[in-house]
């Protein structure tokens, strides 16, 4: 499943949990709370004025926190 439909398909309180488990850093915080939103890579790259590139690169990171979490592992990153 992409990490964006899932993401929005997760309760508000699930999502603060989920945000709180997987440390995010201050530039991964608006890439999750975007793609929480069902934002777009396109239009989440333009509000935070960085390349798509770059939120491939963020979402990629938020991904493997996520797997890592799942999997029971860290998450520091």
Do not use: W
């Not at 309760?11 to 440390?23: A, F, G």
């Not at 069902?38 to 390349?51: H, Q, T």
Request: charged fraction near 30%; include cysteine.
């Amino acid at each position: 499943m992409r990490l964006g439909k899932y993401l929005s398909s997760l309760t508000k309180p699930e999502l603060e949990e989920l945000r709180d488990l997987l440390n995010l850093t201050d530039d991964e915080y608006p890439i999750f709370e975007e793609l929480s939103h069902g934002r777009s890579k396109v239009y989440i790259a333009d509000r935070c004025k960085i390349c798509v590139s770059t939120v491939d690169n963020r979402i990629r990171a938020i991904r493997n926190k996520l797997e890592r979490l799942q999997n029971g592992g860290v998450t520091g990153g």
